[in-house]
């Protein structure tokens, strides 16, 4: 399989903190990857570094073999859903409004329909943003990370806040365009059951890359998923 992601010594520091100390690891086309980690362990932080929000790091950040200090041409094989936006109940622009902000091209307006057909929301395509429910909000985000055919889909944390039928429904999702669409997934949660069933790897990250590897291996390994449990009891009683 190919390597489409390389990171390799990723350090990140503030001036009171390291917020990455030394991460490295690959990630391979097709792979689901789960993302897991307390707060303030460094997750968007590192995806802030990839997506080249973050310039101030130390190491190396590689996406189809091409270092993304030397080239920006690797976002556009990029989707990203944030960790939900809140929208006021009025905000003027509608379903299709959102997701056509993710178009590159004009000429690709037929796409709009078809995503909304895929991800179920076709119906809504005509509503406002802010009257959605936040399921279904999501869902027009993913529409909007898609319409561009990306190779990789990176989602931070992106079930906050959202109930759990539509929780559901959004890792349906997910399962099908990693296995039927062959979109690589790079997904950061606090669920642990459901990294345990949808990724097939998983990177525990605490400022240090923790673990890396089959999400078999380190769900089965109940030494490993105490210790992760342990340090992220300790990180949340810090933050309290």
């Not at 707060?39 to 995806?47: H, P």
């Not at 959004?170 to 039927?180: A, G, M, P, V």
């Not at 105490?226 to 992220?232: D, F, L, T, V």
């Amino acid at each position: 399989m190919l390597k489409i992601v390389e990171i390799e010594h990723l350090t990140v520091e503030y001036p009171e903190l390291k917020a990455l100390d030394n991460v490295s690891f690959s990630i391979h086309e097709g792979d689901f990857l789960g993302i897991i980690g307390p707060n303030g362990a460094g997750k968007s932080t590192l995806f802030a570094s990839m997506l080249g929000l973050n310039t101030k790091y130390k190491g190396s950040i590689k996406f189809f073999g091409v270092d993304i200090r030397k080239s920006k041409d690797y976002l556009k094989q990029i989707g990203y859903v944030p960790q939900k936006p809140v929208f006021e109940k009025n905000f003027p622009a509608t379903v299709n409004d959102v997701v056509r902000m993710g178009l590159r091209k004009e000429s690709d307006e037929k796409q709009i329909d078809k995503i909304l057909q895929q991800l179920w929301i076709h119906e809504l395509g005509k509503r406002r943003i802010g009257e959605l429910s936040g399921g279904q909000q999501q869902r027009v985000f993913i529409a909007k990370a898609l319409v561009n055919h990306p190779k990789i889909l990176i989602l931070d944390e992106p079930v906050t806040g959202i109930d759990q039928q539509s929780i559901e429904l959004f890792y349906s999702i997910l399962r099908e365009l990693n296995s039927k669409q062959k979109i690589t997934v790079i997904w950061s949660s606090h669920d642990l059951d459901a990294v345990n069933r949808l990724a097939n790897h998983v990177a525990c990250l605490n400022r240090t890359l923790f673990f890396h590897g089959d999400s078999d291996e380190f769900f089965e390994n109940d030494e490993l998923v105490k210790q992760y449990s342990e340090a992220s009891m300790q990180q949340h009683m810090h933050h309290h």
